[in-house]
């Protein structure tokens, strides 16, 4: 268990550019989560893949987002025309979904990707 | 729209205090709960995780768990201030997603 990975860890890019994070879940976990969290708050859903499938996608969530799961392995988040309002620090997660449970289990985060936009 | 709140902070102990931290969750719904420690900078790590009523141990940390009052609580004996950070109640979303708190801050005084 080599746990989650993220990169890169930070980047810096300038408002209107395209920026791509990726993200390699635990390799026996079938979901795979991106958060977004901005200081002071907690962590911001955004989507969620189980296996490739984009299950969810939050209404937040603009446009110029988008999110691929290919194979079900990895995962990227691009985020489009960067804004200001985009900096934060993205999360990815991971967890093991059994459909026959009557519970969830628990996230298992990556480090993190900081985004600055100048 | 599901919401979780906990009291932001900051909370200040002694070292050797218990700490008590609370979550209350709106949606009657959901059944799994967890705790996360952030420290500054970093990303969110499992301390507990929750699913029944009543109480739950690990070593330091017992979470507490009670659905008819929409409320959940970690207790952290013995703190230290390596036990310093922000403390993340999340709720799953009738398992898809996890809804998170805002975090409450503890400071463990030496």
């Known amino acids: 268990d080599t746990g989650v990975s993220q990169n890169p860890r930070h980047k810096i890019t300038k408002r209107g550019q395209n920026v791509t994070f990726r993200c390699d879940p635990i390799?026996?976990?079938?979901?795979l989560y991106w958060y977004r969290q901005t200081l002071g708050q907690g962590p911001e859903f955004l989507t969620y893949f189980q296996n490739e499938a984009q299950l969810e996608k939050s209404r937040l969530l603009s446009d110029r987002f988008s999110a691929e799961r290919p194979k079900g392995s990895f995962s990227t988040l691009e985020i489009q025309r960067t804004e200001q309002g985009d900096s934060a620090m993205y999360l990815c997660?991971?967890?093991?979904?059994?459909?026959?449970?009557?519970?969830?289990?628990?996230?298992?985060f990556g480090n993190g990707t900081r985004l600055t936009v100048t | 729209q599901k919401e979780v709140e906990q009291n932001s902070g900051p909370l200040s102990v002694p070292e050797g205090a218990i700490a008590s931290l609370n979550c209350t969750y709106s949606?009657?719904?959901?059944?799994?709960f967890f705790w996360y420690r952030q420290y500054s900078g970093k990303s969110p790590e499992l301390i507990m995780f929750?699913?029944?009523?009543g109480d739950k141990e690990d070593g330091r940390f017992t979470a507490q768990l009670n659905k008819a009052s929409q409320y959940v609580s970690l207790l952290i004996r013995d703190s230290q201030p390596s036990d310093s950070a922000t403390y993340l109640c999340?709720?799953?979303?009738?398992?898809?997603?996890?809804?998170f708190g805002p975090g409450t801050r503890l400071s463990v005084l030496p």
């Open positions: 929750i699913y029944s009523n």
């Open positions: 390799s026996e976990h079938n979901r």
């Open positions: 997660a991971s967890s093991l979904w059994d459909s026959l449970g009557p519970v969830i289990s628990p996230l298992h």
């Open positions: 949606d009657r719904g959901s059944q799994s």
């Open positions: 999340a709720v799953d979303n009738y398992g898809q997603n996890f809804v």
